[in-house]
C-alpha cells in the first residue's frame, strides 16, 4: 500500500513538471519574448576621435571670437552711454544758466515799469536818446532771440542725446545675451573636447598627440612643396620685428579663450597685443582681423604679417619667417611656433 502511494505521489510530481514545461495553449498568457541585443556600436578609430575632438574646438573657437566682439561692443557702447550722460548733464546745466538769463531780463523789464525798451524810446523827445536807445534796442532783441534759440537748440540736442543712450543701452543688452550664449557654446563645446580627451587611456592621448602632429606635418609639407617660400622677403619692418619679439616672448603660455595677456592668450588676443606692443592698434577678434585689415598676398608676405586660418576665419596667427609662424592654438596647448601651411590658410593681413 505505501509503495502504491509513493509511485501515486511520483506520477502527480512528474505530470506537474510536464505542464510546467510544456508550451502554453493559444489563449492563454504569457510573458514577451526578450528582445534581441543590439549590435554592439562599432568602436571610433583614433583618427576619428582626433576629428571629432578638432572639430569641437574650432566650434568654440568660431564662439570664442563671437563672446570676444561682443565684449567689444559692449564696452564700446558702455563707454558712450557714459559720455551721452555727462553730455545730458552739461545739456542740462546749460539749460539752467540759459533761463537764469532769460529770467534776468523778465525781471529787468518788470524795473522799467512792464514797458518793452521798444515803446520806452518811442514816448522820448530828446533825438540823441532815441537813436542811442534803438541801437541798444537792436542789440537786446538779438541778444533775446540769440537765448531763446540757444535754449532751443540745446534742448533739441539733449532730446537726441537722451535717444541715443537708450539706443546703446538697448544694443548693450543685445550684446550681454549674446556674450552669455557665446560663453555657454564656448564652454559646453570644450567640456565635450575634454571628455572625449579623458576617455582615453595615457598611451592613446599620446598616439593622439603624434596624430595631430602628423596632420600638420602633413599639410606643411604639402604647403611648402608648392614652392611658396621662394622670393619671400624675409625683412620686417621695424615696427614688424617689435611685433615678432613680443608674440614670440610668450612662447609656453597657456591657451585660455577671451584672454588678452599677460599670463594667457587666445588667438586674437596674442597677435592683438603683439601689434599693440608694436604701436598700432588693431581689432579684437580674428574675424574682424581678417575684415577690416590690408590684405596681401602669400608670396608678398613678410615676418609680422598675420596669417588667418580656415573659411570662417575662426584661427589667426603671426608670421615669423623661413615658413614659420607663431600662434595660441587651443585649449589645453600652449603659444607656440608652428608651420605656416599646417593649417587650412585663408588668406594673409598687414596691420601696417
Not at 561692443?73 to 558712450?80: D, G, H, N, P, Y
Not at 546745466?93 to 522799467?112: S, V
Amino acid at each position: 500500500m505505501n509503495r502504491r502511494r509513493c509511485a501515486t505521489a511520483a506520477i502527480t510530481v512528474v505530470c506537474a513538471l510536464t505542464v510546467l514545461a510544456a508550451p502554453v495553449l493559444a489563449g492563454t498568457a504569457t510573458a514577451a519574448p526578450l528582445p534581441p541585443a543590439p549590435p554592439a556600436l562599432p568602436e571610433k578609430s583614433l583618427e576619428e576621435v582626433r576629428r571629432e575632438i578638432d572639430g569641437l574646438y574650432r566650434q568654440a573657437a568660431v564662439a570664442t571670437d563671437a563672446y570676444n566682439l561682443a565684449e567689444e561692443q559692449t564696452k564700446e557702447q558702455s563707454a558712450e552711454i557714459v559720455q551721452l550722460a555727462r553730455m545730458i548733464v552739461a545739456g542740462r546745466e546749460k539749460i539752467d544758466r540759459l533761463k537764469a538769463q532769460a529770467g534776468a531780463a523778465a525781471r529787468a523789464q518788470y524795473r522799467n515799469g512792464g514797458l518793452p525798451d521798444d515803446a520806452q524810446f518811442v514816448l522820448t523827445n530828446d533825438p540823441q536818446l532815441f537813436l542811442d536807445s534803438a541801437g541798444r534796442l537792436q542789440r537786446g532783441q538779438k541778444a533775446t532771440k540769440d537765448l531763446l534759440a540757444e535754449m532751443t537748440r540745446t534742448q533739441a540736442e539733449l532730446t537726441v542725446y537722451a535717444k541715443d543712450a537708450g539706443t546703446n543701452w538697448t544694443k548693450l543688452e543685445a550684446n550681454r545675451v549674446k556674450q552669455a550664449k557665446a560663453k555657454k557654446d564656448i564652454n559646453d563645446k570644450i567640456a565635450a573636447a575634454k571628455k572625449l580627451e579623458s576617455e582615453l587611456a595615457a598611451e592613446e592621448r599620446a598616439r593622439l598627440l603624434r596624430l595631430e602632429e602628423q596632420e600638420q606635418y602633413k599639410a606643411q609639407t604639402a604647403w611648402l612643396s608648392t614652392g611658396v617660400l621662394k622670393g619671400l622677403d624675409g625683412t620686417a619692418t621695424a615696427q614688424g620685428k617689435r611685433a615678432v619679439e613680443f608674440a614670440t616672448a610668450q612662447i609656453g603660455k597657456p591657451y585660455v579663450w577671451g584672454a588678452e595677456g599677460p599670463g594667457s592668450f587666445d588667438c586674437s588676443g596674442l597677435t592683438q597685443s603683439a601689434w599693440a606692443a608694436a604701436g598700432r592698434p588693431i581689432p579684437r577678434t580674428s574675424q574682424e582681423q581678417w575684415r577690416l585689415l590690408p590684405r596681401v598676398e602669400i608670396k608678398d608676405m613678410r615676418p609680422g604679417d598675420l596669417i588667418v586660418y580656415y573659411k570662417d576665419a575662426s584661427h589667426i596667427g603671426m608670421y615669423i619667417g623661413n615658413g614659420a609662424m607663431v600662434h595660441a592654438p587651443r585649449p589645453g596647448r600652449n603659444v607656440t611656433i608652428a608651420g605656416a601651411g599646417s593649417m587650412e590658410i585663408l588668406g594673409v593681413v598687414r596691420p601696417e
